[in-house]
T-cell receptor
Framework: DAEITQSPRHKITETGRQVTLACHQT?????MFWYRQDLGHGLRLIHY???????NKGEVSDGYSVSRSNTEDLPLTLESAASSQTSVYFC????????????FGDGTRLSIL | GQQLNQSPQSMFIQEGEDVSMNCTSS?????WLWYKQEPGEGPVLLIA?????ELTSNGRLTAQFGITRKDSFLNISASIPSDVGIYFC????????????FGKGTRLHILP
């Protein structure tokens, strides 16, 4: 069965470190998204991609980067982790170029001390 | 940026009661989505709506795409304990790309 998986599920790190969160989907969908979820803010879009080599900034992209070297993966990198980036991070995929819903992974809980 | 106003923020109801929540915006949407999120999991799609006035059911859940295209409603009938969670509305605006905007969620609590 096709699926979307995020790893790790939990991570604790220190401020200033580089952190990479993985997202892997086997749906062969072009559209992939990264969100962060914080109390009082709901889901906020960080970065998104509409296909290989395509990346775009979302609402809260500062301090984050993504790369898309293949269809299956969209890793999210925090270049220099800050305590304000402590959050739960969700990856989502969507059928290309449609008004179809996004479908989410189970999230990564990231704590930055 | 654009916002979706979702209400109420939280609800405490008795098991067996019906639940209503809604989402409004000042902008026009061409797609409305309703998700449910349980602890430790990602949001799961419940219902998708694509036409103004559309009424769609999924078991005890019913959602409607408002006639003005600026709002949507979700109703849950005869609530049960497993309905507990956070319900999110989401919408895709007219003439925009595939990005979806999310409401801040309605947290549903069910009292025994």
């Amino acid at each position: 069965d096709a699926e979307i998986t995020q790893s790790p599920r939990h991570k604790i790190t220190e401020t200033g470190r580089q952190v990479t969160l993985a997202c892997h989907q086997t749906w062969n969908h072009n559209n992939m998204f990264w969100y962060r979820q914080d109390l009082g803010h709901g889901l906020r879009l960080i970065h998104y991609s509409y296909g290989v080599q395509d990346t775009n900034k979302g609402e809260v992209s500062d301090g984050y980067s993504v790369s898309r070297s293949n269809t299956e993966d969209l890793p999210l990198t925090l270049e220099s982790a800050a305590s304000s980036q402590t959050s739960v991070y969700f990856c989502a995929h969507q059928v290309f170029c449609s008004n179809q819903p996004q479908h989410f992974g189970d999230g990564t809980r990231l704590s930055i001390l | 940026g654009q916002q979706l106003n979702q209400s109420p923020q939280s609800m405490f109801i008795q098991e067996g009661e019906d639940v209503s929540m809604n989402c409004t915006s000042s902008s026009i949407f061409n797609t409305w989505l309703w998700y449910k999120q349980e602890p430790g999991e990602g949001p799961v799609l419940l219902i998708a709506l694509y036409k103004a006035g559309e009424l769609t059911s999924n078991g005890r859940l019913t959602a409607q795409f408002g006639i003005t295209r600026k709002d949507s409603f979700l109703n849950i009938s005869a609530s049960i304990p497993s309905d507990v969670g956070i319900y999110f509305c989401a919408g895709r605006q007219m003439n925009r790309d595939d990005k979806i905007i999310f409401g801040k969620g309605t947290r549903l609590h069910i009292l025994p």
